[in-house]
């Protein structure tokens, strides 16, 4: 039994390997950093693209809820028809849409939509009614109309925009 004693004791520690190292990497950790760098920077492009693209649609509706809660200190039928313009001839810079008036104007604003916002009531207003001396205001259908369109214009639309009964002009 002493013997046996002696052999435990000469026996040396057993020597537990290293962990593994972080470094180097593995070349699957470099493919998968490289993957989300590129996803990383794909993404900013596109939000960035996102941001520029409908920045004037955040700007229109930001000028169009202030107009709404100033709308004492001047006639906000005619500020919510100012507002549209400036924004339809932001998302449509290199057409005609400053010469459009009246039902023409209208016309082009419910064909960019996915239904038309502007029905024959709000025609007859912007056509007629507010040009007259005295007319009243009350209703909150343009605001939303207005509103409307801002949210859900296309902007797939010709360089070009013609009155529809004038036809393009040389």
């Not at 492009?45 to 941001?51: D, E, I, L, N, V």
């Not at 008036?101 to 025609?123: A, D, V």
């Amino acid at each position: 039994s002493s013997s046996q004693q002696n052999q435990l004791l000469a026996l040396a520690d057993i020597i537990t390997p290293q962990g593994v190292s972080w470094w180097p990497l593995a070349m699957g950790w470099w493919i998968s950093i490289v993957i989300i760098f590129i996803t990383t920077l794909v993404l900013l492009a596109t939000y960035r693209r996102h941001q520029k693209k409908w920045g004037y649609r955040r700007e229109a509706l930001t000028l169009l809820r202030r107009y709404k809660r100033d709308s004492k200190a001047t006639d906000p039928a005619v500020r919510y028809l100012e507002c549209l313009k400036r924004t339809a001839i932001s998302a449509y810079p290199n057409s005609d849409i400053d010469a459009l008036y009246g039902k023409e104007w209208l016309h082009f604003l419910n064909r960019q939509t996915p239904k038309p916002l502007f029905g024959e009531e709000l025609e007859n207003f912007i056509c007629t009614s507010q040009y007259q001396k005295t007319y009243v205001f009350k209703d909150d259908n343009l605001y939303l109309a207005v509103e409307a369109w801002i949210k859900q214009h296309s902007v797939h639309y010709p360089n070009k925009v013609y009155p529809s009964t004038q036809g393009p002009t040389t």
